[in-house]
């Protein structure tokens, strides 16, 4: 069966509709001109910065206003201290412990940020245990995403183009002079920097050259120089490029990698379509950030576009945002290590995106059997031991009924008064399990 | 901790304590009569008897032991926690209604001793004797059992029909539910009147056969005057008693097979509770009148060879020990007869292992020429490390483990199971080295006495500086010892089995029992281990279930106090004219004080 | 739409015809009109009419040459003195044909002789790879010139064409299932289903019938026409569920595999690709029992799911395509064993399959290093599916066309 799609976009879903700007909507939103600041703007900060909506947080963003999104950059880009726990999923060297480790940082850590754009990362660099088969290099991996995530662009691409688990995941050992393997060079491209159609097969064989003997030995980064070609490359119309190193600088450079890597934050953490004019802004605020993540995510999300009305609860939850947003969101506790299988089953391992391509994200996330998996997860959730969960049901119930509690949990920013008298009368007001259960099955719960 | 100067809340304070240290104590010696047993029909299907039931309670709730189990979080958290509550209400309950401690009750009631049966009618009867001490005690004793069915009743007794059976009053109430009858010093009870009219009879001297002269129940009656309990059922008229046809685990069934057939066979189980100058024990009888198939006896029960490898659990247990399993099955004819054991596709399991292990067998039949080759005795052990020469200690710390076996003819098998192990790291090394990691294991040998030990250890390559994960607690190696194979996750293990083997064949001091299954476990050496781990576990728990430290804490802190608690555990199974017994007893340590229990399940005749 | 193949024949095909049009109405008539309704509402029509191919992996490299036995060759019985099966044993696929199914295949044998079983000998291509994990990924990603080949063939279908797989029973995705930017959901076990049926997931999803309400903007429509589905799937999943299955599978993991797929199926389930592995053909020493019962297992399997699809009337829409990564050599080694081999027999169930041999039976003469020849690259029995079974035009699949096998014509078009 061939489906016709009206209008494709590059993540495989069909049109949502283009979000159109200029460079205007990414100047600072000034609150009572632009829009309101109100609980709701301080939740969808809350939501995208992060995962889900816990009071505190929106209490405390609410309170310092637009300019909360600088400090979740700057608290995220601080180092997270204490590195016990991943010491311990390190030393088990399991893949559950890896699982389980991260999802505890996403559900206690004190910067949901860092986890989020560590995730970002993720998806972006997809790179899986299925063929590493490393744990610990996985691990580090991860690590490398937390800590480098908002910093210079190039800085992480420099540093992921050396990590052993990267050099693992596309053959860096294969690649020897005089039989390159361009696995990496393509992906580096493709994938990573430059986007497909701004780079030639003669540009991926000349780069592939150059990392050649960028190995892995035991579990580090071995420039291993018999097997290197110390020849001139020339590429992306820049001659005699000799090192890696260069050939990571210019792609980095790039100007299709600026439209390339702004857009795609953009589509992470604003709104899945921006339009080419508006593409074009976010390339050049790009760039006017050096390139820097933390610097170009901070002025987004305190941009007008940001708290437009078109970009709230304009992304589809992935599995991630819907379990440990949701658990935030409640400030109910979990066992990570029941949490992983389950959002396997919707469709997001974590440290096994499906392919080098990561997860396409959006209208992908759904699908009959990610749909069955959410419902089992909600079920569960209510049940609370299949997953360890320790829900506060009395807190969500006091000052009130359950559904008022459970509607200021899920949609701090309120509601249509026709969708909380539906859930009343489908649901009572009193049941807090079924009312939680019902309101994160709705389409407009899980759109973030 | 909770002493209260309320008398009637004695008992409600201290049982939940006394509860949980049932096993713990011994009660003083108690003197053999003409039991209850005479007065309960013959045909019941089982029955429960306990002698002197509030003198054993009272002993406990005196004991050194109560005040130890009551200052363990587990018992704290026992208290707080929902089913406890409610027994401590119940109590109250009791207590309020009669007026007095409850202990004080039972003892009214039960002074001597108390007997239940259950008769197979329809429906069930439940049928209950109580002694006292004399009739007077009894009749206080029932007042306040009324005053307790008032309390609980809003002071109404509910409408009795009273009639009379032989000089006996019987009287009836709860629409027909419930019957008793007072004769003298003692109680009866059922919720069938029927069944109260024949235990009158029975204490008259008429009446049905009576269980005291029942056959079929006669060896579990066998006198015995140290006696606290015993209890005793007949599988094969109990509704819905059905044993699984077949295991679905094959270790499972290597190891449990064998009594799942005994007791398929068996007409009657009989458990008894008692206590000697070691402590209480448990002796589990199940007895037989068909034979045990001949297949199961065979490859369960082997007595071939059983002096020599039971005398090595002697040396297995020394060092640091943290436990032990010797097991003596036939195993090579247990595979061969796999269907009879086994579900479908845990056997065919089996049968694709076959051709696995095979490959590594250097293509021989793993089935048909490797296992036949074995003595019937493997031994598995554990024992901590000491991870000398490694320059730190991994985290987490495993203990060492290895099996040993013993093999007919040394010198073919032996060859095999060398290149088997080469095979095997080779395998994985290859494996591993697929994605350019490099093989972690290199494989060498080194001499530990007149033996070669064959090692794998792990590539140094790959290791940072001081740190050490889990992977440096295996060094797999293998040594052939005479006619004993040792295989080992690590080579410290070995090399001390080796020279614990050598050393042993020199001596040639064998303990000449017949043990055929025998399992050992260190409490102080698993606490040592947990204690080693302790932050470790604490992080992999915050991790894996997302609570705090402290509560992660607290959880291994509870495991420890169980642990304490057992100083040793072992279970031992024995092989001899036909019979077989199993005997389980559990030393106690607890804060210093030991106190040694046993149980002990015996003599299975087929 | 594009142009299907063999879609202008039989009135099965016209009263479809007919279904979708209709559903594509009741779109258009919608307001606002979302494109992905246009696509959600094409899809169910889809479900309902297309054939689902359920994929059976032998893992391990099954012995080919013992599973459809030349059994008259005496070049076989030489290579094999302790392993090859004789001419009275072999369950002969005609009278005094050359070929015959081991002796424990008497049910799938049974089926055979029925018509519901085709057997394509020879299959295989080019060069043949006796490293498992490489001939794996040859077929898996139907690309036996490339290496690094992140998506499988099946994987591209359900990228390209929309179509739903699912694996049951394995621990992740297999290559073939690979998706750019999908993960084909894998179903370990469907136990857990029953969860979403107890009182209380009965309960949850009759509330959310009635919260459900059509929404004005795309994504959150999707989400929601997308639950609705799913809603409804889970309705009639839990009706089979909770009745006895209407045939008995035997106990074996490939038997409970192909039994919860049969669920899944009769249930509704929109996924049309099946994928589900039976381990264990690896038999390089001491193959004779352990083969004599894959052999059992798996045609008892196949043949009890086969006709659970005859119960349910889904045995002419769903076909079952059984393969191996390779055959086994024809001499057997010193282990009575034998060795990774290159070509060999594939099986293919279905009441839609036109039943007997494809291909020519093994030639023992000319022998590629002491293997079977492959004479039908395995590439054109991935074409016949894509475009008879799945119904997608397989070029877009495979990268370049490739001639069909006369395998599901004549009574599949009767069939749709």
């Known amino acids: 069966m061939s489906t016709t799609r009206t209008d494709t976009r590059p993540d495989g879903g069909a049109d949502a509709g283009v979000l159109d700007a200029g460079p205007e909507a990414l100047e600072t939103f000034r609150p009572g001109v632009d829009g309101a600041w109100d609980r709701g703007a301080a939740a969808h900060l809350a939501r995208r910065s992060g995962f889900g909506m816990p009071p505190a947080t929106v209490d405390r963003i609410l309170e310092q206003g637009p300019a909360a999104a600088e400090s979740l950059v700057a608290d995220a880009r601080r180092d997270g201290g204490g590195t016990q726990l991943f010491d311990t999923a390190r030393s088990l060297n399991s893949i559950d412990a890896a699982q389980s480790w991260w999802l505890h940082r996403m559900l206690q850590g004190a910067s949901p940020l860092r986890e989020k754009v560590a995730l970002f990362w993720h998806g972006h660099f997809a790179t899986s245990d299925k063929k590493v088969e490393n744990p610990r290099l996985m691990l580090d991996q991860i690590m490398l995403f937390r800590r480098r995530g908002l910093g210079p662009f190039a800085d992480l691409v420099q540093r992921v183009a050396k990590d052993p688990a990267m050099l693992i995941w596309l053959d860096g050992n294969l690649n020897r002079a005089g039989k390159p393997n361009e696995n990496f060079a393509r992906e580096l491209m493709e994938l990573f920097t430059l986007g497909i159609g701004n780079y030639s097969e003669d540009d991926i064989k000349q780069a592939a050259r150059a990392f050649t003997g960028w190995h892995v030995r035991g579990i580090s980064f071995w420039f291993n120089r018999r097997a290197h070609d110390f020849g001139d490359k020339s590429l992306l119309k820049r001659a005699r490029v000799k090192t890696g190193e260069e050939v990571v600088d210019i792609c980095v450079r790039h100007p299709a990698s600026s439209r390339f890597i702004a857009r795609k934050l953009f589509t992470f953490f604003v709104h899945p379509q921006p339009s080419d004019r508006l593409t074009d802004a976010l390339a050049a605020l790009y760039e006017r950030s050096d390139r820097d993540v933390g610097r170009y995510l901070g002025v987004l999300l305190r941009s007008r576009v940001f708290h437009g009305e078109d970009a709230r609860r304009a992304i589809i939850a992935s599995p991630v945002d819907f379990a440990i947003g949701t658990l935030r969101s409640l400030e109910a506790g979990a066992a990570p290590g029941k949490l992983a299988e389950r959002l396997r089953d919707m469709g997001q391992e974590l440290f096994r995106p499906p392919n080098v391509k990561g997860w396409d994200g959006h209208r992908a996330w759904i699908n009959s059997t990610s749909l069955i998996a959410r419902l089992r997860f909600t079920l569960d959730l209510v049940e609370e031991e299949p997953i360890g969960a320790r829900v506060p049901w009395d807190r969500l119930g006091a000052g009130g009924s359950a559904l008022d509690g459970i509607f200021a949990r899920c949609f701090p920013g309120g509601v249509s008064a026709d969708l909380r008298e539906r859930v009343a009368s489908a649901c009572g007001t009193t049941d807090a399990r079924r009312i939680l259960a019902s309101v994160m099955q709705l389409p407009e719960y899980q759109m973030i | ?504 064949r020199s001596k040639k001091n064998v303990d000449r029992t017949t043990a055929i299954d025998a399992i050992r476990v260190r409490g102080a050496e698993l606490r040592k281990l947990l204690d080693a781990n302790l932050e470790f576990l604490t992080n992999a728990i915050v991790i894996g279930e997302g609570i705090s430290a402290d509560e992660a804490r607290g959880r291994l802190h509870a495991i420890g106090e169980i642990i304490d608690f057992f100083d040793g555990l072992s279970v031992t199974t024995r092989f001899g004219d036909g019979a077989a017994s199993l005997e389980v007893s559990a030393d106690m340590a607890a804060r210093g004080t030991t106190v040694r229990t046993g149980a002990r399940s015996d003599r299975a005749r087929f | 739409m594009a142009p299907r193949n063999g879609s202008n024949d039989s009135n099965g095909k016209t009263t479809r015809i007919h279904r979708r049009d209709f559903v594509k109405l009741m779109a258009l008539a919608a307001t606002p009109m979302p494109g992905v309704l246009l696509d959600a509402a094409d899809r169910l029509a889809g479900a309902e009419g297309d054939g689902v191919l359920v994929m059976v992996q032998l893992s391990g490299g099954n012995d080919g040459l013992n599973s459809v036995i030349p059994c008259e060759d005496p070049r076989y019985h030489r290579a094999r003195p302790s392993l090859s099966i004789g001419e009275r044993q072999a369950l002969r696929l005609e009278k005094g044909g050359p070929l015959g199914f081991h002796p424990q295949m008497t049910a799938l044998h049974e089926l055979y002789g029925e018509g519901n079983v085709a057997v394509i000998e020879g299959v295989g291509y080019p060069n043949p790879n006796r490293s498992h994990f490489r001939s794996m990924e040859i077929w898996h990603t139907a690309a036996p010139e490339k290496h690094d080949v992140p998506y499988g063939w099946l994987g591209r279908t359900v990228a390209e064409h929309g179509v739903e797989a699912l694996d049951i029973g394995d621990s992740t995705t297999p290559l073939a299932l690979v998706a750019p930017g999908i993960q084909v959901p894998v179903l370990q076990n469907l136990n857990w289903l029953d969860t979403l049926f107890s009182s209380k997931g009965s309960e949850l999803r009759g509330m959310l019938r009635t919260l459900l309400e059509r929404r004005r903007d795309g994504d959150a429509e999707f989400l929601r026409g997308a639950s609705s589905a799913t809603f409804t799937q889970l309705d009639k999943l839990e009706r089979i569920r909770g009745k006895p299955l209407p045939v008995e599978y035997p106990n074996s993991a490939i038997a409970q595999r192909l039994e919860w797929t049969g669920q899944m199926i009769a249930g509704g389930v929109s996924s049309r690709i099946y994928y589900v592995s039976m381990d264990g053909f690896d038999t390089h020493a001491q193959q004779e029992n352990a083969h004599a019962q894959l052999m059992r297992q798996f045609s008892d399997a196949v043949t009890a799911f086969f006709h659970h699809m005859k119960r349910i009337d889904m045995a002419k829409r769903v076909v079952l395509v059984a393969f191996s990564e390779f055959g086994r050599r024809l001499k057997e080694n010193g282990s009575q064993g034998t060795d990774h081999g290159a070509a060999g027999p594939l099986w293919v169930v279905s009441e839609s399959v036109r039943g007997g041999l494809i291909g020519d039976p093994p030639d023992l003469e000319h022998l590629d290093q002491g293997d079977v020849r492959h004479t039908i690259d395995f590439r054109r029995v991935y074409a016949t599916i894509l475009e008879d079974v799945l119904g997608v035009d397989a070029t877009t699949v495979l990268g370049r066309p490739f001639s069909k096998l006369a395998l599901l014509e004549g009574r599949r078009r009767a069939a749709f």
Request: aromatic letters at 6%; zero cysteines.
């Open chain 2, 1 to 504: 901790m909770h002493a209260s100067t309320n008398r009637h809340s004695g008992t409600r304070a201290m049982l939940p304590g006394a509860l949980l240290a049932v096993f713990l104590v011994s009660p003083g010696a108690l003197v053999a009569e003409p039991g209850p047993e005479h007065w309960l029909p013959g045909d019941v299907i089982g029955f429960v008897r306990v002698r002197e039931p509030a003198k054993t309670l009272r002993r406990l709730l005196e004991s050194d032991l109560r005040k130890q189990v009551e200052a363990t979080a587990i018992y704290r958290h026992l208290r707080e926690e929902r089913d406890g509550r409610k027994l401590l209400d119940a109590i109250d309950d009791i207590e309020s209604g009669a007026g007095r401690d409850a202990i004080d009750v039972v003892d009214d009631v039960l002074g001597r001793d108390m007997i239940v049966g259950v008769r197979l009618t329809f429906p069930p009867s439940v049928l209950f004797i109580g002694r006292s001490r004399s009739a007077a005690a009894l009749e206080k004793g029932v007042e306040s059992l009324k005053a307790i069915v008032r309390h609980k009743n809003d002071d109404k007794f509910p409408r009795t029909e009273s009639r009379d059976h032989g000089g006996v009053t019987i009287e009836t109430t709860a629409g027909g539910h419930v019957s008793w009858a007072v004769k003298g010093d003692t109680l009866f009870i059922s919720n069938s009147a029927r069944s109260v009219e024949d235990m009158i009879d029975l204490a008259s001297g008429k009446g049905p056969e009576s269980l005291a002269k029942s056959e079929a129940f006669a060896a579990a009656l066998e006198g015995n005057g140290n006696e606290i309990a015993t209890a005793a059922f007949r599988p094969q008229f109990v509704p819905d008693f059905r044993l699984p046809e077949h295991a679905d685990n094959p270790l499972g069934s290597l190891v449990a097979s064998g009594w799942l057939e005994a007791l398929r066979v068996s007409d009657l189980v009989s458990f008894r509770l008692l206590h000697d100058d070691d402590g209480v024990r448990l002796r589990v009888d199940v007895n037989a009148k068909k034979e045990l198939g001949k297949d199961a006896a065979s490859i369960f029960f082997p007595t071939r060879g059983a002096a020599e490898d039971a005398g090595e659990l002697a040396f297995l247990e020394s060092g640091g020990l943290v436990g032990l399993i010797h097991m003596r099955r036939d195993i090579a004819k247990w595979w061969h007869k796999r269907d009879q054991f086994l579900d479908e596709r845990r056997a065919a399991d089996l049968l694709n292992a076959n051709t696995f292990l095979s490959i590594f067998f250097g293509g021989v039949s793993f089935q048909d020429e490797v296992l036949p080759e074995l003595e019937e005795g493997v031994t598995v052990v554990s024992r901590r490390l000491s991870y000398d020469g490694l320059g730190g200690t991994p985290q987490p710390q495993i203990p060492g483990f290895a099996v040993i076996f013993r093999l007919k003819e040394s010198a073919t098998l032996a060859q095999r199971v060398s290149s088997a192990f080469f095979q095997l790291i080779t395998v994985i090394n290859l494996n591993r080295g697929q994605n350019n990691k490099g093989a972690p294991f290199v494989l060498r040998s080194e001499k530990v006495g007149d033996f070669e030990m064959s090692v794998a250890d792990l590539n140094p390559i790959g290791r940072e500086g001081g740190e050490l994960g889990i992977e440096y607690n295996f060094s797999p190696s293998l040594s052939v010892v005479g006619n004993r194979i040792v295989f080992g996750s690590n080579k410290e293990l070995v090399r001390e089995l080796i020279d614990e083997l050598a050393r042993k």
